[in-house]
């Protein structure tokens, strides 16, 4: 009796690990719920490289004055449209305005000197021709021995003081020409500082700051306004140095904004920022109605072809973080967590989770869970 009570435990033991689990057991009474599924397939797809970036101006200036002064209107504001050489800020131009009118008076006071200068030429130069025929006709006399060789000595003297006063009065004049060329400067470059009390736009564009108000100083180089040229925009991407062998000046890419728009490569800045361990690309961008920079954008460089795995984009369930597909398995549904990478139309690459062929779910339905019997139709 005790013989058959010892074995009775070790019969139950047996008994229990040869029965199949609860839920398989359930299911294998349940009714197979019908499927369909579409097999993981390997396809060739074009390779490519996603970088973020900034839309920012191709040409921005900081508006400046060029001389100290007390900025009396601003005739600009933020978003405004201007154009090249339109007048931006006024200065106060007291005090230039007073040095131009002192340049234009020392050139009025130079040019009255004209005439005296060439009233005291011709003087000389009559003075001149009198002596040389005084001495012509002396020497006449000389020969005739009607005059002495003192009197002959004076007139010639007479007539190199005369030769010089004329050439002292031409010395005059081109002094004065000197003094009057040097006065015209004078006065162009008071006009010029003149000017720079009138501060105007380098090119046309777009006011994106305005850093001034009327009566603040403003100081030679100390940014007033800032203006990006219009038409003349570029997004500028942040590219993994990893990548500078791939990327050439003039590819072709393709950029998403508020909509995807082909572009180009326009220049490439080899210098790489030691913190990011990247290298900034510069893609120029048609003009378009709504693009303001400071807007971000997305980039796609080519990088040849691949072999990827694709799904339909509905035969993956997204529940936060985690994406998953189900799988149809000897009859049995079973789960599968998966990682998504690009999406392409209406399918999406699978990078891990997945084998080629496997048969997955699509479209899943309702209520399907993981262990429950199915049936595949086509």
Same mark, same amino acid.
């Given at each position: 009796?005790?013989?058959?009570?010892?074995?009775?435990?070790?019969?139950?033991?047996?008994?229990?690990?040869?029965?199949?689990?609860a839920?398989?057991?359930?299911?294998?009474?349940?009714?197979?719920?019908?499927?369909?599924?579409?097999?993981?397939?390997?396809?060739?797809?074009?390779?490519?490289y996603?970088?973020?970036?900034?839309? *920012?101006?191709?040409?921005? #200036?900081?508006v400046? +004055?060029?001389? $100290?002064?007390?900025?009396? %209107? &601003? @005739? !600009?504001?933020?978003?405004?449209?201007?154009?090249?050489?339109?007048?931006?800020?006024?200065?106060?131009?007291?005090?230039?305005?007073?040095?131009?009118?002192?340049?234009?008076?020392?050139?009025?006071?130079?040019?009255?000197?004209?005439?005296?200068?060439?009233?005291?030429?011709?003087?000389?130069?009559?003075?001149?021709?009198l002596?040389?025929?005084?001495?012509?006709?002396?020497?006449?006399?000389?020969?005739?021995?009607?005059?002495?060789?003192?009197?002959?000595?004076?007139?010639?003297?007479?007539?190199?003081?005369?030769?010089?006063?004329?050439?002292?009065?031409?010395?005059?004049?081109?002094?004065?020409?000197?003094?009057? *060329?040097?006065?015209?400067? #004078?006065?162009?470059? +008071?006009?010029? $500082?003149?000017?720079?009390? %009138? &501060? @105007? !736009?380098?090119?046309?564009?777009?006011?994106?700051?305005?850093?001034?108000?009327?009566?603040?100083?403003?100081?030679?180089?100390?940014?007033?306004?800032?203006?990006?040229?219009?038409?003349?925009?570029?997004?500028?991407?942040?590219?993994?140095?990893?990548?500078?062998?791939?990327?050439?000046?003039?590819?072709?890419?393709s950029?998403?904004?508020?909509?995807?728009?082909?572009?180009?490569?326009?220049?490439?800045?080899?210098?790489?920022?030691?913190?990011?361990?990247?290298?900034?690309?510069?893609i120029?961008l048609?003009a378009?109605?709504?693009?303001?920079?400071g807007?971000?954008?997305?980039?796609?460089?080519?990088?040849?072809? *691949?072999?990827?795995?694709?799904?339909?984009?509905? +035969?993956?369930?997204?529940?936060?973080?985690?994406?998953?597909?189900?799988?149809?398995?000897?009859?049995?549904?079973?789960?599968?967590?998966?990682?998504?990478?690009?999406?392409?139309?209406?399918?999406?690459?699978?990078?891990?989770?997945?084998?080629?062929?496997e048969?997955?779910?699509?479209?899943?339905?309702?209520?399907?869970?993981?262990?429950a019997?199915v049936?595949?139709?086509?």
């Open positions: 009796m005790r013989k058959f009570a010892a074995l009775f435990p070790v019969v139950l033991i047996l008994a229990g690990c040869g029965a199949p689990p839920s398989e057991k359930k299911a294998a009474e349940s009714t197979p719920v019908a499927v369909k599924t579409v097999a993981a397939a390997s396809v060739e797809m074009p390779s490519v996603e970088a973020t970036g900034t839309v *920012r101006a191709r040409t921005t #200036a900081q400046s +004055a060029k001389v $100290m002064g007390y900025v009396r %209107e &601003v @005739k !600009a504001q933020t978003g405004d449209t201007v154009k090249a050489g339109q007048v931006l800020i006024l200065l106060d131009d007291r005090d230039l305005a007073s040095g131009y009118r002192q340049a234009e008076a020392g050139l009025n006071e130079a040019r009255q000197g004209m005439p005296e200068a060439d009233n005291a030429i011709a003087a000389a130069r009559a003075q001149l021709d002596t040389q025929l005084t001495l012509n006709r002396m020497k006449d006399l000389y020969d005739k021995k009607s005059v002495s060789t003192q009197e002959l000595d004076d007139v010639s003297m007479k007539l190199k003081v005369a030769q010089a006063n004329h050439e002292m009065a031409l010395s005059r004049r081109n002094q004065l020409q000197a003094r009057i *060329r040097q006065a015209e400067e #004078a006065v162009g470059g +008071a006009g010029i $500082m003149k000017g720079y009390a %009138e &501060v @105007k !736009a380098p090119f046309a564009g777009v006011v994106t700051e305005r850093r001034v108000e009327p009566g603040n100083l403003a100081a030679p180089g100390q940014p007033l306004l800032m203006i990006e040229q219009a038409g003349a925009l570029r997004l500028e991407a942040s590219v993994d140095e990893s990548r500078l062998g791939a990327i050439r000046v003039g590819q072709s890419v950029v998403t904004l508020d909509r995807p728009i082909q572009a180009r490569v326009s220049e490439i800045v080899p210098a790489v920022d030691a913190a990011s361990r990247s290298f900034v690309v510069k120029d048609p378009l109605p709504r693009l303001r920079s807007m971000f954008g997305r980039v796609s460089f080519p990088q040849g072809r *691949r072999q990827v795995l694709m799904l339909p984009a509905g +035969a993956a369930i997204e529940q936060g973080q985690v994406q998953s597909v189900m799988v149809a398995q000897d009859g049995y549904a079973r789960g599968r967590l998966v990682t998504l990478g690009q999406r392409a139309g209406d399918r999406v690459e699978v990078l891990s989770g997945l084998t080629a062929g048969a997955v779910v699509f479209p899943r339905p309702a209520g399907l869970t993981d262990g019997r049936e595949v139709r086509p």
